[in-house]
């Protein structure tokens, strides 16, 4: 039973618009979201986190908000770029003796100039 | 470079060789995991470790999968009698400390078992 879940495989935005990726989770323990974009035939490069004690962390044009309540998650990418193509991971941990991530399938992201 | 590095980028091999993949973390980072991604998934947990040692190797899918960090820098990803299954990218990634912190990833060895 997957814990992080992505259940947008595709998006394609116009550039210059709002990019929105969303991401839920199961865990209650989750105390720890990150996002990673990932381009082909490479690792996955960290964007940005956010501990569960916030609700939004915004850096440049990326901003992640998260609503416990609602195990939900999403990234905003505004205003969306040519160069943001990629997949997008959603992924969660929680501390403690744990270091692993969960992530999700991820979302794949076109923005059309 | 200053990132994590992954040796090699790309292997080949025959159903039931051995292969040995090699990570080398960012200097400094005490901690170092290894996913494995297949196609169309998100990376998934194999081992990770704190310093020399496996804090958690829940991931393992099975014996034929170890992992060694013999200087709590480098380490190897080691499968033996590779399988058509084991066909993915296993990627490598380091945090400072460990759990909460920040993981950066390698660009990852594709493993294609023929």
């Known amino acids: 039973d997957q814990q992080v879940k992505q259940n947008s495989p595709s998006l394609s935005v116009q550039e210059g618009r709002i990019s929105i990726l969303n991401c839920d989770y199961t865990n209650s323990m989750f105390d720890y979201f990150l996002w990673y974009k990932k381009y082909p035939a490479e690792g996955p490069t960290f964007l940005i986190s956010i501990s569960s004690i916030k609700d939004k962390n915004e850096d440049g044009r990326f901003t992640v908000f998260l609503n416990k309540s609602a195990k939900h998650l999403s990234l905003h990418i505004v205003p969306s770029q040519p160069g943001d193509s990629a997949v997008y991971f959603c992924?969660?941990?929680?501390?403690?003796?744990?270091?692993?991530?969960?992530f999700g399938k991820g979302t794949k992201l076109s923005v059309k100039p | 470079g200053a990132g994590v590095s992954q040796t090699p980028s790309n292997k080949v091999t025959e159903k039931g060789k051995y292969v040995e993949l090699r990570c080398d973390p960012i200097s400094g980072h005490t901690a170092l995991y290894w996913y494995r991604q297949s196609l169309g998934q998100g990376p998934e947990f194999l081992i990770y470790f704190q310093g020399t040692g496996a804090a958690d190797d829940s991931g393992l899918p099975n014996d034929r999968f170890f992992a060694v960090r013999p200087e709590g820098s480098v380490s190897t990803l080691k499968i033996q009698r590779t399988e058509r299954g084991d066909s993915a990218v296993y990627l490598c990634?380091?945090?400072?400390?460990?759990?909460?912190?920040?993981?950066?990833f390698g660009p990852g060895t594709r493993l294609l078992v023929l």
């Open positions: 990634a380091s945090s400072s400390r460990g759990p909460g912190e920040t993981q950066y």
């Open positions: 992924a969660a941990n929680y501390g403690g003796s744990q270091g692993n991530l969960i």
